[in-house]
């Protein structure tokens, strides 16, 4: 692929934080950028220089993205991948609508991480597909107690439910109206990693070293990003294993892919979660502690730009804000102590632009960055204890 230089447009299927640090990314680099979602006041409509304010799926909104950007890349896994193909008949989309429609679906995600095992080393988690009441009657008793997933539509750990017992389990799927679900064994997590690598159209890959991930009712709340966050061995394993499972569906663009570990016979073991096609919380801190972000990586991927090798400069933890801190005891909102919270070294703050606070709902995060690691996790202890943070132990 010829190189899309800047001074192009470059397009983006979804407005939200991510979209919108994607267009940061592309306009640094001296990028147009149009962003496509039916939301006015989305976080990256708002600073773009085009919104396409249609759904998804209009035939002439898509139309109207096609004729303004030169490529065209996505921010959410549930665009519709047959809107991804539409695209490319016209432009070049990275990812491909074939890799987004893969980590849409948690049957076909976990088929192809199966399929990858040999080749990664990492296998996923033992499951059950349920697509009808003979396969929930078939569910082996030793996948339980588990956690039933919807095949479509879920993050943040909504579309989950933790079930012990096998009438739990007609019940859970009952509540998700018997849509399609997979039914994962619960297990003993030791701790959560993911890996984000950026794979070019001729197959050039970059790879950002593993981070570990704390989850707090099922939504990411703390990733630790620093040399010694997890066991060297085990980083280069998850590594290693996500450039396999990009490479084998001929992924291009930024990909990250969520591990649980777990303790095995033989020492820690990786086990591979679920992937995302696109930036991931997770990688936030590589726009304060890296040379080269992951946002920057989208664009040169989907560009066709040589990928640089991101390098750290500074130990970092990141710390999600949701709309729960926009709200006092009683229930009041209220706006959180930015002027203190800013007086702390160390600390970048970033706000996607909502307007509306809700519980559960990411406003933002902190990326926490320093000299040495002390510094940042005594500089993070303090906005954890003033805005009241969950998940850093
Ligand atoms: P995301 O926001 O990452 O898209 P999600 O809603 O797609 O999340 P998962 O990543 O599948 O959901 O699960 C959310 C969290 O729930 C995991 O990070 C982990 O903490 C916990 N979890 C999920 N599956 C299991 C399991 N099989 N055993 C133990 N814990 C699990
Ligand atoms: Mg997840």
Redesign the pocket.
Request: aromatic share 8%; no cysteine.
């Given at each position: 692929m010829k190189p899309i230089l800047p001074g192009a447009t470059l397009g983006v299927m979804g407005g939200g934080q991510l979209g919108r640090m994607f267009v940061h990314a592309a306009q640094r680099l001296g990028y147009f950028t149009a962003v496509l979602d039916p939301d006015p006041h989305s976080p990256a409509g708002s600073v773009s220089h085009h919104h396409v304010r249609t759904d998804y799926t209009d035939p002439q909104g898509l139309a109207r993205l096609a004729e303004l950007s030169a490529a065209i890349t996505t921010e959410f896994e549930n665009v519709p991948a047959p809107a991804l193909a539409q695209l490319a008949l016209s432009r070049p989309v990275a990812p491909g609508a074939a890799c987004v429609a893969i980590a849409q679906d948690r049957i076909e995600e976990k088929a192809h991480f199966h399929a990858c095992a040999d080749r990664s080393g990492v296998d996923c988690?033992p499951h059950a597909v349920i697509r009808n009441p003979a396969e929930l009657l078939a569910v082996a008793d030793d996948l339980l107690p588990g956690?039933l997933?919807t095949a479509r539509l879920?993050?943040?750990?909504?579309?989950?439910v933790r079930i012990k017992t096998r009438s739990e389990l007609a019940a859970a799927w009952e509540a998700v109206r018997q849509v399609p679900c997979v039914l994962?064994?619960?297990?003993p997590?030791v701790a959560?990693c993911s890996v984000l690598v950026a794979r070019g159209h001729n197959g050039q890959v970059v790879s950002y070293p593993p981070q570990r991930n704390v989850?707090v009712d099922?939504?990411?709340a703390v990733t630790h990003a620093y040399a010694a966050c997890l066991p060297a061995e085990l980083a280069e394993r998850a590594e290693q294993a996500t450039r396999a499972i990009a490479e084998q569906i001929g992924y291009v663009g930024l990909l990250c892919v969520?591990f649980?570990v777990v303790q095995g016979q033989q020492g820690l073991e990786l086990v591979v979660?679920?992937m995302a096609p696109r930036p991931h919380n997770s990688g936030h801190h590589t726009i304060d502690a890296f040379d080269h972000s992951q946002f920057d990586l989208q664009v040169h991927a989907m560009a066709g730009l040589p990928l640089p090798t991101p390098r750290q400069h500074s130990p970092a933890l990141m710390l999600n804000l949701l709309g729960d801190i926009w709200f006092d005891a009683q229930g009041r909102e209220r706006s959180p102590d930015w002027a203190q919270l800013l007086a702390i070294p160390g600390i970048h703050l970033h706000l996607y632009g909502k307007t509306e606070a809700r519980h559960g709902r990411k406003m933002g995060h902190l990326t926490i960055t320093g000299p040495e690691l002390a510094a940042v996790q005594a500089s993070a202890r303090r906005c954890a204890d003033l805005l009241g943070l969950p998940g850093l132990s």
């Open positions: 988690a956690i997933k879920g993050y943040d750990g909504k579309g989950q994962e064994k619960m297990l997590l959560e989850h099922g939504i990411l969520e649980f979660n679920e």
